[in-house]
């Protein structure tokens, strides 16, 4: 079974950058989308974009100028860095893997890690 | 793009057949997912592709899609299907989500 977990900071100060990174157990990081969703507390599902090992990535259009997602295949993990946070980013930020075909869902999920900007 | 439409709230009683809805301008070539999120909880694909079910997705859950609109279906729902629900398509390489719908079980 597949297994994602989110680590990183729970507070970042406003303008810095928010760091996270996410490491996939029993499974290989290649062949799928490594992607990230946030959900602000209360809201729903916000998508923030994915990266695919090989260099396909794409970002979600009103973050993409703030927003960075790599893949480490030495270390199974990828990475979320987005900068010049304010309070508005705020939020449980979940990392999945995302089929690359089809509807392209999101099989499997961390169990989210909340990042608030203070 | 497109934007991924629900209604926020949905009522069902016990035993009876909830139906949520997920509306766009036009679904075109687009497939459809479904989420269930429980409370403090991550979510759970119970659709994908239109119709198809995850193993270990209770029958009870379908999924079909028709013009502009796409919709789960829960039959004989139970007090444990009470959770929001979220659509997700694929448009132009990028992820649209649905605003969530809360399903309670009366």
């Known amino acids: 079974q597949v297994q994602l977990q989110e680590s990183g900071p729970g507070l970042v100060k406003p303008s810095e950058t928010l760091s996270l990174t996410c490491t996939v157990s029993n499974g290989s990081i290649s062949n799928y989308y490594w992607s990230w969703i946030r959900q602000p507390p209360g809201k729903g599902l916000e998508w923030i974009g994915y990266n695919q090992y090989g260099g396909i990535s794409n970002y979600n259009s009103s973050l993409k100028s703030r927003v960075s997602i790599t893949v480490d295949t030495s270390k199974n993990h990828f990475s979320l860095k987005l900068t010049s946070v304010t309070a508005a980013d705020t939020a449980v930020y979940y990392c999945a893997r995302q089929r690359t075909r089809g509807s392209h869902p999101f099989d499997y999920w961390g169990p989210g890690t909340l990042v608030t900007v203070s | 793009s497109d934007a991924l439409t629900q209604p926020p709230s949905v009522s069902v009683s016990p035993g009876q057949t909830a139906t949520i809805p997920c509306y766009a301008d036009?679904?075109?070539?687009?497939?459809v997912c479904w989420y269930q999120q429980k409370p403090g909880q991550s979510p759970v694909l119970v659709i994908f592709?239109?119709?198809k079910r995850p193993s270990g997705i209770p029958e009870r859950f379908s999924g079909s899609s028709s013009g502009n609109t796409a919709t789960l279906t829960i039959r004989e729902t139970q007090a444990i299907d009470e959770a929001h629900y979220y659509c997700?398509?694929?448009?132009?390489?990028?992820?649209?989500f649905g605003g969530g719908t809360l399903l309670t079980v009366l």
């Open positions: 036009r679904f075109d070539n687009k497939y």
């Open positions: 592709q239109d119709t």
């Open positions: 997700q398509a694929w448009d132009v390489s990028a992820v649209l």
